[in-house]
T-cell receptor
Framework: SQKIEQNSEALNIQEGKTATLTCNYT??????LQWYRQDPGRGPVFLLL?????KEKRKERLKVTFDTTLKQSLFHITASQPADSATYLC????????????FGSGTRLLVRP | EAQVTQNPRYLITVTGKKLTVTCSQN?????MSWYRQDPGLGLRQIYY???????DKGDVPEGYKVSRKEKRNFPLILESPSPNQTSLYFC????????????FGQGTRLTVV
């Protein structure tokens, strides 16, 4: 079955450093991959979408890469700030007609001041 | 402002007492869905709807019902809640299509005792 894996251990970094989060997927060939941010007890908020023919996408301090050969996406936050502390979710749409979003369990990022 | 509104935000109820969680979106989106989020299990889809009067089961539909009588509303019904339905619930909407982002509600934290 389709599976998305994200590092379940929290990533703890110093303010100003670059945070890099990983999303791996199996049994799937997605045309699009999405990243969301989720704060405790709140709904996920969309950040970026990257298409299979895009190797890299940027938005302000965020950068996403998509390697369909490795079946992996990397999510980078440069010049990280304490306000970036949150859980980041990777998501793919199912290949059936349901348009279901399949989420990874997320990686918690903690940025120390 | 584009948004998905869920109510209530918090709910404590007793086993077997029917309840409804409401969800409304103001973006004229065709596709709506319900997710539950549990520690270690991530976000799992309960039900989805691709348009008015069209609903279908997601990955964990047991114990839940939904209806879609109007495009903007997609209530989640628990006819006989049980303690294993204690969870954080999210409603989401999207325009449809695999390259579209999902908008999430603020969440409903349900406790069944």
């Amino acid at each position: 079955s389709q599976k998305i894996e994200q590092n379940s251990e929290a990533l703890n970094i110093q303010e100003g450093k670059t945070a890099t989060l990983t999303c791996n997927y199996t049994n799937y060939s997605p045309a699009y991959l999405q990243w969301y941010r989720q704060d405790p007890g709140r709904g996920p908020v969309f950040l970026l979408l990257i298409r299979e023919n895009e190797k890299e996408k940027r938005k302000e301090r965020l950068k996403v890469t998509f390697d369909t050969t490795l079946k992996q996406s990397l999510f980078h936050i440069t010049a990280s700030q304490p306000a970036d502390s949150a859980t980041y979710l990777c998501a793919l749409r199912g290949m059936d007609s349901s348009y279901k979003l399949i989420f990874g369990s997320g990686t918690r990022l903690l940025v120390r001041p | 402002e584009a948004q998905v509104t869920q109510n209530p935000r918090y709910l404590i109820t007793v086993t077997g007492k029917k309840l409804t969680v409401t969800c409304s979106q103001n973006m004229n989106h065709e596709y709506m869905s319900w997710y539950r989020q549990d520690p270690g299990l991530g976000l799992r889809q309960i039900y989805y709807s691709m348009n008015v009067e069209v609903t279908d089961k997601g990955d964990v539909p047991e114990g839940y019902k939904v209806s879609r009588k109007e495009k903007r509303n997609f209530p989640l019904i628990l006819e006989s809640p049980s303690p294993n339905q204690t969870s954080l619930y999210f409603c989401a909407s999207t325009m449809g299509g695999r390259d579209t982002e999902a908008f999430f509600g603020q969440g409903t934290r349900l406790t069944v005792v």
